[in-house]
C-alpha cells in the first residue's frame, strides 16, 4: 500500500509540474528548455523553510512566490527574444540556476538540503493534498482555456504579431503566462522536496527541463487532458516496470524523437486524428 | 474638416536606403483618402509607421491630437487605428469567424483579468457574423483559413480590422488578388462604409476602384510626397503622370 | 604570464567549440534547425578515433576514418531525421533533436560502456617549448593548428570553388539558388556531411587531449554550441567564429575570477544571456 501512494503522490506532483510548463509552452506558445529551474527555486525555498521550522503548508506560498518572481524576470528578458532564441535562452536560465546553486554552500552546494522535515499531513494525507492541488490546477486550466484570456493565449500561441495588431497587449499576457506557469512550477517544487525529504541541484538540471517537455508534448501541447495522462504515465513508468530502468533515458529520448517525428500534436493529436478516420 | 491624424515630417531609413522622407500628412475625419504611389514608392513603410510597426529615425505621428509616436502597436490599435495588412495574416488554428470574434472582443482581451474572467462570446459572434456576410464571406464562417483561396483571406483581414471599430481604418492594398466583380463590391463596401463616416486610408494599385470611390488622393513617389488633393487635380497633374501613370498605364 | 596562459587555454578550448558549432550554425542557415544532436556526432567521432587508432597506431587515419563515417551518419540523420519534418513549426525538429541526443548518449554507453575508453599509447604526449618557460603539450599544439587550417580552408573553398559558391547562394536564398539551377538537396547533403565531419574531429581532438572519451562527452559541448551559435547571431558563420573564441576565453578567466560564485556552465549561459538581452539578434545577426 505504501507503494502504491508514493506512487499516487509521483504521479499528482509530476501533473502539477507538467501542467505549469504547459501554461507557458501550450496555451501561450513560448517554449521554454529551463522550466526545472522554478521547480528547483520551489523546491529549494520550501526546503529551507522548512529547515527552519516554518510548517510544510506555510512554505509553500513562498515557493511559488519565488519561482514566480524568477519566472517573471526570465520573463521580461523573454520578451527581448523570440522562437529558436527564446528556448536557448530559458535553456541557459536552467544551466545558470544550477550552476549559481552548486556553487552556494548557504543551499548545501554540490550535495544539496537532505533530511527535510516531514510534512505533519501522513503519508496519505500529503498525496491527497498533492492530488487536489494537481486536481485544481488542472481546473483553473480547463476554466482558462475556455475564458477569453484561452482564447488570447491561442492566438498569441499562432501569431505574435498579428495578435498585437488587433489591439492584444501580448506582452502583459506572455508576462503572466510565465508568472504563473513558474509559480505553479514552484509549488510543485515544494511538494517534490517534502516528497524526496532530499534535494540536489542536479534533480533539476537540463534533464528534468527536458522530461518535464517531454510530458507535454507526448501529451499533446496545450492538451490539458493529454499533458495530464502523459505526466503521470511517464513520471511512474520508471518505477513500474523497475527492470526498464536502466533504459528510462533511452525511452525518453525515443519517445520523444518518435513523437515529433510521426505524430508532432503529441498523444492528443494522435487521439484526434485517429477520430477524424473513424 | 478637424484633423483626425496628423503625420509630421516622418522619414525612415533601412539601413542606406531612405523608404520615406520628410512626409507630412492630413487625414482629416470622415475622410477617404487613396493613397497611390509606383511600388517601392515606400506606401506600405508609411502605413507601418501609422500603427507603430515601423520606428521612424524623424518625425511624429499625433492620432486625435495626441503625440502617439512611441506607443506600442497594440495601444494605438485600441486608441482606434485598425489596419488590414496587403499580406495576408491570418490566425490559422482559428476559423474565419473565430478570426473575427477575436478581433471583434476588444472590450475583452485589452485587460488580461477582464478576459480571465470574461467567458461569453454571444455579442462578438453576432457582430462578426455580420461583418463577414458584408464583405461577402459569410459563407465560409466556419471554414479553416488554410483552405481558402487569396480573395476571402483579403476579405478576412478588412473584416477582422472592421471589427475593432476603428475612428481610422487603414487598408493596404485589399483589392489585390480579388476578380473585378469581387473588388468592385469590395470597393463598394468601402465607399459605403465612407458615406457613413469612417474614415479610411486606402492604399491601393487598382487606380480604376481608387479613382472611383476616393474623393481625395495622396501620391508618393521614392518616398516623398508627389501630389495630394481632390482626385481628378491630381490624376490630372503631370509629375503624377509621368512617375506613376506613365510606368503603369495599363492600371 | 597567467593571463597569457589563460587566454591560451581559452583559445583551445574556443578552438574546438568553433570546430562543433560550425557544422551547427551550417545546419542552422540553411534548415533552421537546430541540432542538437549535432554532439552525437562529436562523441561518435571520439570514439572511433580512440578506436582505430588502438588497431591500427595512425592517429591521422583515425581522424580520416572518424570525419568520413561522421559525416556519412550525419547525412542519414537529414535525410531520416529531419527531412520529413522541416515543414514543421521550430519546436518540431528542436526536440525530436534533443530526443535524438538522449536517446544516443544512452546507446553509447550500452554499446561502448559507461567509463569510457582512453588510447593504449597516448599520442602527441609531449610538449611544445614556446618561448621561455612557457609551454604547451603537443596536443594542445595540434588543437590550434588543425582547427584554424580546417576552417581556413574551408572558407577558401567556399569562395572560391563552384561547390563553395553553390553553398553559400542556397544558404543566402534558397528559391533563387535553385532556379539558378543549384540542386538544393546535394547542398543539403554536403552541409551535413560537413558539418558533422567537423564535429567528429573536435571529438577526436578533444579525445586526445583528455586521453579520454565517455558516452556523456558531447553533453556540454552541445548546449554549449547552442549557446554559441545564438550568440554569434543563427546562421552567420563569422558571428559563430568569434563567439566560439570569445566564449572560450571567457571561460578561461571566468573559472579563475568568478569560480567561487557560478561554475563553467553557468559562467557561459550567463554571458549568452547578458549579450542577448543587449542584442537580441546576437553578436553578430542581423537585426
Known amino acids: ?5 508514493t506512487l499516487l503522490t509521483t504521479m499528482a506532483i509530476s501533473v502539477l509540474f507538467a501542467l505549469s510548463l504547459n501554461f507557458i509552452s501550450g496555451f501561450c506558445g513560448q517554449i521554454s528548455l529551463g522550466h526545472a529551474a522554478f521547480y528547483g527555486a ?67 552546494g554540490e550535495l544539496g538540503i537532505s533530511a527535510i522535515p516531514s510534512t505533519g499531513l501522513g503519508k496519505i494525507g500529503f498525496m491527497a493534498f498533492a492530488m487536489g492541488l494537481a486536481a485544481l490546477f488542472a481546473g483553473f486550466c480547463v476554466y482558462v482555456k475556455r475564458s477569453w484570456m484561452g482564447f488570447v493565449y491561442d492566438s498569441i500561441a499562432d501569431n505574435e504579431d498579428v495578435s498585437e495588431i488587433i489591439g492584444i497587449p501580448v506582452s502583459r499576457y506572455k508576462l503572466i503566462a510565465f508568472a504563473i506557469g513558474t509559480a505553479v512550477a514552484g509549488v510543485a517544487g515544494g511538494l517534490y522536496a517534502h516528497h524526496v525529504r532530499f534535494i540536489a541541484p542536479d534533480s533539476f538540471g537540463f534533464v528534468e527541463s527536458v522530461t518535464v517537455l517531454a510530458m507535454v508534448i507526448v501529451g499533446g501541447i496545450g492538451s490539458i487532458w493529454g499533458v495530464a495522462f502523459a505526466a503521470a504515465f511517464l513520471s511512474v513508468l520508471p518505477l513500474w516496470f523497475q527492470p526498464i530502468d536502466d533504459f528510462k533515458i533511452l525511452l525518453y529520448g525515443a519517445l520523444l524523437f518518435a513523437m515529433m517525428r510521426f505524430s508532432p500534436g503529441g498523444l492528443a493529436g494522435l487521439v484526434a486524428r485517429l477520430r477524424g478516420v473513424s | 474638416m478637424s484633423t483626425l491624424l496628423d503625420i509630421q515630417n516622418v522619414t525612415v531609413r533601412f539601413g542606406g536606403v531612405t523608404a520615406v522622407e520628410d512626409v507630412s500628412l492630413r487625414i482629416g475625419e470622415r475622410e477617404l483618402l487613396g493613397f497611390i504611389g509606383p511600388n517601392g514608392a515606400g506606401k506600405t513603410t508609411l502605413m507601418r509607421v501609422i500603427t507603430g510597426m515601423v520606428r521612424p529615425q524623424a518625425g511624429a505621428v499625433v492620432f486625435k491630437g495626441t503625440d502617439i ?61 455580420e461583418l463577414l456576410e458584408r464583405t461577402g464571406i459569410g459563407a465560409a464562417a466556419d471554414r479553416y483559413p488554410g483552405e481558402l483561396p487569396l480573395g476571402f483571406l483579403k476579405r478576412l483581414e478588412v473584416s477582422r480590422a472592421l471589427a475593432l471599430k476603428p475612428d481610422l481604418l487603414l487598408l493596404d492594398e485589399p483589392l489585390a488578388g480579388l476578380n473585378q466583380a469581387e473588388a468592385e463590391s469590395l470597393a463598394d463596401l468601402i465607399a459605403k462604409l465612407a458615406a457613413g463616416g469612417q474614415a479610411i486610408m486606402l492604399i491601393e494599385h487598382n487606380i480604376r476602384e481608387v479613382t472611383r470611390i476616393c474623393p481625395t488622393l495622396y501620391v508618393q513617389d521614392n518616398g516623398r510626397a508627389l501630389a495630394h488633393g481632390p482626385a481628378d487635380e491630381v490624376m490630372a497633374d503631370p509629375a503624377v503622370r509621368r512617375a506613376y501613370l506613365g510606368l503603369e498605364e495599363a492600371c | 604570464m597567467l593571463y597569457l596562459e589563460l587566454f591560451i587555454q581559452g583559445i583551445i578550448q574556443g578552438s574546438i567549440y568553433a570546430l562543433i558549432a560550425l557544422g ?13 544532436a549535432h554532439a552525437a556526432l562529436f562523441t561518435l567521432g571520439g570514439y572511433l578515433g580512440v578506436l582505430v587508432t588502438n588497431a591500427t597506431g595512425s592517429l591521422a587515419l583515425a581522424m580520416l576514418v572518424a570525419m568520413v563515417v561522421c559525416g556519412v551518419v550525419g547525412m542519414g540523420l ?38 569510457g575508453l582512453s588510447y593504449a599509447v597516448p599520442p602527441l604526449s609531449g610538449q611544445v617549448a614556446l618561448f621561455g618557460t612557457f609551454s604547451l603539450r603537443q596536443a594542445e599544439v595540434l588543437v590550434i593548428v588543425l582547427s584554424f587550417a580546417m576552417i581556413a580552408i574551408l572558407g577558401w573553398l567556399s569562395l572560391k570553388t563552384r561547390t563553395g559558391i ?18 538544393i538537396q546535394k547542398v543539403r547533403y554536403l552541409n551535413f556531411f560537413i558539418g558533422s565531419a567537423l564535429a567528429a574531429s573536435a571529438g577526436v581532438l578533444v579525445a586526445v587531449l583528455n586521453n579520454l572519451v565517455e558516452p556523456t562527452m558531447g553533453s556540454v559541448p552541445s548546449y554549449k554550441a547552442l549557446a554559441i551559435i545564438v550568440l554569434g547571431g543563427l546562421g552567420s558563420v563569422p558571428g559563430t567564429l568569434a563567439a566560439s ?31 542577448l538581452m543587449a542584442r537580441p539578434q546576437g ?3 542581423k537585426a
Not at chain 1, 500500500?1 to 501512494?5: F, N, P, S
Not at chain 3, 572560450?248 to 550567463?270: H, K, L, P, Q
Request: aromatic share 10%.
Open chain 3, 166 to 183: 553553390a553553398w553559400r547562394a542556397t544558404v543566402a536564398d534558397p528559391e533563387i539558388a535553385s532556379s539558378f539551377g543549384i540542386d
Open chain 1, 1 to 5: 500500500m505504501a507503494y502504491e501512494i
Open chain 3, 78 to 115: 537529414y535525410k531520416f531525421a529531419y527531412e520529413p519534418i522541416l515543414g514543421s513549426p521550430p519546436f518540431v525538429p528542436l526536440i525530436a533533436s534533443i530526443g535524438l541526443f538522449i536517446a544516443s548518449e544512452e546507446l553509447f554507453r550500452m554499446i561502448f560502456g559507461p567509463y
Open chain 3, 245 to 275: 573564441v570569445a566564449l572560450g576565453v571567457i571561460e578561461s578567466f571566468g573559472t579563475i575570477y568568478a569560480g567561487n560564485f557560478m561554475d563553467r556552465d553557468a559562467i557561459a549561459f550567463a554571458f549568452l544571456i547578458l549579450v
Open chain 1, 42 to 108: 520551489g523546491a529549494y525555498t520550501s526546503a529551507m523553510l522548512a529547515k527552519a521550522g516554518a510548517p510544510f503548508l506555510l512554505t509553500l506560498l513562498p515557493a511559488g512566490l519565488v519561482a514566480g518572481a524568477i519566472g517573471l524576470i526570465v520573463g521580461f528578458a523573454s520578451l527581448r527574444v523570440r522562437h529558436d532564441f527564446l528556448a536557448i535562452t530559458t535553456m541557459g536560465v536552467g544551466f545558470l540556476f544550477i550552476g549559481l546553486v552548486r556553487q552556494q554552500d548557504v543551499l548545501g
Open chain 3, 283 to 285: 553578436l553578430l545577426g
Open chain 2, 69 to 129: 509616436s512611441t506607443w506600442p502597436i497594440h495601444k494605438r490599435i485600441r486608441g482606434g487605428l485598425a489596419l488590414a495588412q496587403q499580406i495576408v495574416q491570418p490566425l490559422h488554428a482559428f476559423t474565419l469567424l473565430e478570426n473575427v470574434v477575436l478581433s471583434a472582443g476588444g472590450a475583452k482581451t485589452g485587460n488580461p483579468i477582464t478576459a480571465l474572467l470574461s467567458n461569453a462570446r454571444d455579442d462578438e459572434r453576432a457582430v462578426a457574423l
Open chain 3, 24 to 36: 551547427l550554425t551550417l545546419v542552422y542557415g540553411l534548415l533552421r534547425i537546430l541540432h542538437v
